[in-house]
């Protein structure tokens, strides 16, 4: 299996190196790398955090630089802010009017810049509402998808309010994006993570992936940042990265702790 053989062998020489050159260990010192400083601040002020953590240090500056991530790391290690921090940075770089305006008049449910993907509703909602924290101050509008909710309340939601960030499960985003009277779609697509990919797939959402991947632009017209993060790498989980990640432009990570 090239890829995975691949992945190995990147992660050989990661370890050769003690410290790759451009990782990042604090929160603050990610304004030097040109982060919004509302996001900076939510977190460092807002959240009091200071010092990232493994997965976090080691691919924040890869995924901030537009390469596509890999990323092997457990459950509890701070996964969630390593996604949120270069997608949400993305998105105020695609669209810098959006920081300073509170009411931002582009936001549309047909405008989503990033979606999330996540296994179950709870986790969804936990790294919407962790977003949601994150964003104060800068216009980002983030929305979830998931089952259980009553789709029409979430469409009028997403409608009035707009959406650059949609947070959801399997089921409902390959429902909302292949719907077209739903009036949810991702035409400007900037990034996409797949979070828990292990347990998506155990779960058996694979064709529900599959519709979703169908459902977004082509990634050759519309070119896209992809982070998918495991905490195990089975064949089937690089099955799934061989699908959704560039292979010319990618990096593997994965932590001890
Ligand atoms: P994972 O997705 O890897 O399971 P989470 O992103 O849910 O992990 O983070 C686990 C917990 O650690 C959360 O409560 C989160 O707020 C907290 N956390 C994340 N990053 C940091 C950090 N750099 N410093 C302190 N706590 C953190
Ligand atoms: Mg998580």
Known sequence: NSLLRFY????????????PSGRVTKFRDLETLGVNNALVKSITEGMKY???TEVQSMTINAALAG???????KTGTGKTLAFLVPILQKILADQPALAETRRP????SDDIRAIVISPTRELAEQIAAEASKIVRGTGIKVQTAVGGTQKKMALQKMRFEGCHLLVGTPGRLADLLTDD???????????????????MLDVGFDAE?????KALPDRKE???QTLLYSATMPKDVVGLARKYIDPTNFEFAQTVK
């Open 8 to 19: 190995s062998s990147e992660s050989a020489a990661r370890q050769e190196t003690a410290t």
């Open 50 to 52: 200071e010092d990232m």
């Open 67 to 73: 390469k596509d991530l890999v990323a092997q790391a």
């Open 105 to 108: 008049m582009r936001a549309r």
């Open 181 to 199: 009277r739903s009036g949810v779609a991702a035409p400007n697509l900037t990034a996409l993570c797949l979070d828990e990919a292990d347990r």
């Open 209 to 213: 992936l599959d519709t979703i991947l």
């Open 222 to 224: 519309t070119p896209r």
